[in-house]
């Protein structure tokens, strides 16, 4: 039995533990429309013994969607949808915030308005594919264009429309998704931001809209302590990479810690095997500018034990542990992680899309030990 003095199984601050629930996009939103509905309730409600659940990356509009049937927070049908979720959750104690995202470029036509071209920092195409329909079959990404200087200020808006629509759906927070090269990210890096204007070039400029998002989500939520962000500082998925990671991100800490932010999330890797050498310098550093502003917590994420998780809140690493893949098969992660297990293994086939297979149908452990 884990010790009854687990660090990842007490409370920090209204948080019941800190075994968090990392955001898994899962596409079994009703279509047409990206509507959350009942079966989407019954799976984060199944999860509601997490510390925090961080909801799937969720379009803030309907120009910031990547791929087929993942939910939107820009209609009233879908906050009504969201409120069904979010009232499940609570109802077993439960709390959770929603990943607002925009995908910038890494999007397919088929998916936007008037089969609009994606927008990005640039008008270079993501080496990545998506999927567009129930087939889930993967496209190459549509070639995106620029964004002109005087549309920035909309898009901010757009995060601002969607956390509005947070708060009336019940979420207990929002959690900026800065991360896995989608559209804040593709301002945030050197590697892809290519702008000439003041989005684009020095390190301040790159940063300028990520953090007037930021500003802006947390002046709209009314509180710090109910935002998040999200960062990817060392992945090089989808052809986004930076110079100088640890100034990059370290920089963007800070001004995320200086609006008081409640967490900063990490990932720091998907496979610990393969660890890059640098995670161990960067992190540290990101996190020490984070704090040392005047951000609460920071947040481990990435192919993490529970006994990797223990050992590094217990070392002052990190605050929570948000897991990922572990939460899809073991909906009682908590209770799994106190018992030492048994712990399932995820099934990536059933990973996007489809109904309650891979998603809902996963017994709980009193029910999991008899069968
Ligand atoms: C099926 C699946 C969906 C994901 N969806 C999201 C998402 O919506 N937003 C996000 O920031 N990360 C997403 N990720 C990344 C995870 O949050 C996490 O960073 C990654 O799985 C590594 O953590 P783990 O080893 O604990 O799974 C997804 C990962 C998987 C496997």
Known sequence: MTSPDSVLLSPIDSYANRVWMAPLTRSRSSMPGNVPNELMATYYEQRASSGLIIAEA????????????????????????????????????????????????????????????????????????????HSMERHDNTPPRALETDEIPGIVQEFVDATHRAKAAGFDGVEIHGANSYLLDQFTRDGVNNRTDQYGGSLENRLRFPLMVAKAVVETWGDPSGVGYRISPLSEHKDVRDSDPEA??????????????????????WDRSELDPRVEQVIPAIVKSFKDAGGKHYIGNGDYSPEQAESAIDSGWCDAVAFGRPWIPNPDLPARIANDGPYRTPTPETFYGGGPEGYTEFAPLEEASTN
């Open 58 to 133: 969720t379009p803030i509009s309907p120009m910031a969607h990547g791929y087929y049937a993942t939910p939107g927070i820009h209609s009233d049908e879908q906050v009504a949808g969201w409120k069904l979720v979010t009232d499940r959750v609570h109802s077993k104690g439960g709390k959770i915030f929603l990943q607002l995202w925009h995908v910038g470029r890494v999007s397919h036509s088929v998916l936007l308005p008037d089969n609009q071209q994606p927008v990005s920092s640039t008008d270079v195409i993501s080496q990545s594919k998506t999927y567009i329909d």
């Open 248 to 269: 990059t991100f370290s920089a963007l800490a800070r001004g995320l810690g200086e609006l008081k932010l409640e967490y900063l999330h990490a990932v720091e890797t």
